[in-house]
Each structure stands twice: as C-alpha cells, then as structure tokens.
C-alpha cells in the first residue's frame, strides 16, 4: 500500500444508555441502549478512509465479540488493521456510560487497559512500517513510553493528538519531534504552562510549544475557531458558521483533514480551513462520524467559504 497514513492509537466500543425517565439508582431502568464504535485512533482513521486516504491502523485488540465487530467495519472502510495486536484473553477496550432523561451523563467506565500491551517492545518490529508513511499520527491513549519510542525512532512527520487534559502530558517530552500537534486550549495550557486568556497569551503559549522543535501547533479553541502557527507564519481563524447537533467527533475529523491537507502540501491557513470545514460538516451529523464526508465534499465547502 504505497501513500499511506500510518495510525498509532485507541480503539473502542461504546456502550450508551439513556433513561426514559428519572434514574433510580439501585434499580433497573426503563431506556435506550446503543453500542457504537469509537476511538480516537480509530474515529481519526475512519474520516481520513472517507476522504480518500489509505489507512493503516496499528492498535490493541482483545479476544472477544467486540474485535470481531472492529474487524468487519475496517475491513468495509478499506482501513489496514493487519498491523494491530490481538491480545489473548483480554477484552477490547470499552467505554459504559449512563444518561439521564435530559441526555446529560450520570455515570460512566471505561476500560482501556488493553493498550498497556502497546509497548515498544511489540511496536519495534513495526518501525518499517512507520517510517515507510508519509505521515504517523498518534494519540495519546497508548503509553508514555510507547510515544516517546516512536517519537525517537520514526523518520516519518508525526502528528499527534492529545485526547484530554488528563493525558496531554504523555507527550511534553516528545515535542521536539513531532510535526504537528493539535492541542485544545486547556491541553495548550497544560504543555505551554501559560494560562491563555487572550489573544497574546495564546501566541505566547504558540511559542513555547515551536520552541520546543515542533514545525507547528494548531490549537482548537472551540466556538472561537482555532490558532495556528509554524516557525515563520502565525495566524487565528473564526468558527465555521454551521447547523450544529452533535459536536461529538469534531476534533476527530479536524485532525484527519489536517493530515490529508499536510500530505497535499497546503499552507498553514489552507490546512487550518481544511480541519475547520470537516468538524463543521461533523457537527451538522448525528452521528460521531459524519457518513457523507468526502475530499469531494469538503473541496466544495472549501469554494464557497472563498467566493
């Protein structure tokens, strides 16, 4: 498979409930139950498929129904999955949680405990396949180490997504060597040690991450748009007008468009306006991933914004 976007990262299954009506705790509750698949690893992996892009997906699975269920939807997507691990009695990684009749989370569990196996022991003889990408993209759902491994050893550009303020600091002492990282505000803050409160305080905390030896940080500000900067090149982008229900996914598909636009050989802004249309096109679906994205799509979207 020539041309391919290597990904190194999580994989789950969703379970969801939501009451019917208000949660007795301590009793069993009339509702609704959805099992979906998710991931940022995997969710990442499924855009950039949309868009075109071929895919191989290095990632834990356990010896259950439930990897069955990721195998079968990878192997429709066209994702390369022949580069995962298959851990023997253990369970694909699952993410449980509870809803009231308002839709807000009650309760909720998650077992990832399956990407401990994601060493750099098991990730050595996957380094041929890493540095034969044009592009490695990570999130932070596998080990400390596990990053700082292929941080050191892959040629290839790497891009990373930190997933969450609780594990943005498995990749601090990485940052020289990547390429790319996608940061919210919070996560910025976290890496940068720079409260961000306005617009100066946001390029300041832009600096430090470059001064690192990153080639560019573009950091997700929500309802405000987003930052982006390089060595030479700093810029902030509104918002993306757009009939929001489900901002669930957004992030995912930002980072997906901003690996293919970076393979394009884009600018800064036009890779930044690639993540901001995809996540806009996310939150117009219900669903985490929005089924009709395509490079086509996202072009079009691209044109009019221009006119």
Same mark, same amino acid.
Request: with cysteine; net charge negative.
């Given at each position: ?8 990262g ?20 009339p509702g %609704?139950?959805?099992?979906t $698949? ?14 075109? /892009? ?5 990632? /834990? ?14 192997? %429709? $997507? ?78 290839? @550009?790497?891009?990373?997504? @930190? ?15 990547f ?9 910025? %803050?976290?890496?940068?040690n ?9 390029a ?5 991450? $470059? ?13 405000d ?7 030479? %090149?700093?810029?902030?982008?509104? /918002? ?6 489900n ?39 219900? /669903? ?13 979207? $691209? ?5």
């Amino acid at each position: 498979m020539d041309n391919y976007i290597a990904i190194v990262g999580g994989v789950n299954v969703d379970v969801g409930g939501r009451s019917l009506s208000p949660l007795l705790v301590g009793d069993s509750n009339p509702g %609704e139950i959805r099992t979906t $698949l998710g991931g940022v690893g995997r969710n990442i992996a499924h855009n950039l498929a949309l868009l075109g /892009a071929n895919v191989r997906l290095i990632t /834990a699975l356990g010896d259950d129904d439930n990897a069955v269920r990721v195998e079968k939807s990878c192997r %429709e $997507l066209g994702i390369d999955l022949s580069d995962a691990i298959r851990v023997p009695d253990a369970a694909t990684s699952t993410y449980l949680f509870i809803c009231g009749p308002d839709g807000d989370m009650v309760l909720a569990l998650n077992d990832m405990s399956i990407y401990a196996h994601l060493t750099p022991e098991v990730l050595a003889p996957k380094l041929p396949v890493l540095n034969a990408a044009k592009l490695v993209l990570l999130d932070a759902n596998i080990p400390q180490e596990t990053i700082e491994f292929i941080a050191h050893r892959c040629t290839a @550009p790497i891009f990373v997504d @930190p997933v969450s303020a609780s594990k943005v600091g498995k990749c601090a002492s990485s940052l020289g060597y990547f390429h790319t990282i996608k940061p919210n505000r919070l996560e910025a %803050e976290l890496l940068s040690n720079i409260a961000i409160t306005d617009d100066e305080s946001l390029a300041r905390a832009a600096d430090v991450l $470059l001064a690192t030896g990153l080639k560019r940080v573009i950091i997700s500000l929500g309802g405000d748009g987003v930052y982006a900067a390089s060595g030479s %090149e700093r810029l902030k982008l509104p /918002a993306l007008p757009t009939r929001t229900i489900n901002t669930t996914g957004c992030g995912d598909a930002f980072m997906a468009a901003i690996a293919l636009a970076s393979l394009e050989g884009h600018s800064l802004t036009e890779t930044a306006m690639f993540g901001l249309v995809a996540g806009a096109l996310c939150a117009e679906s219900r /669903a985490t991933i929005n089924p009709e994205l395509s490079l086509e799509l996202l072009k079009a979207k $691209l044109e009019e914004l221009r006119k």
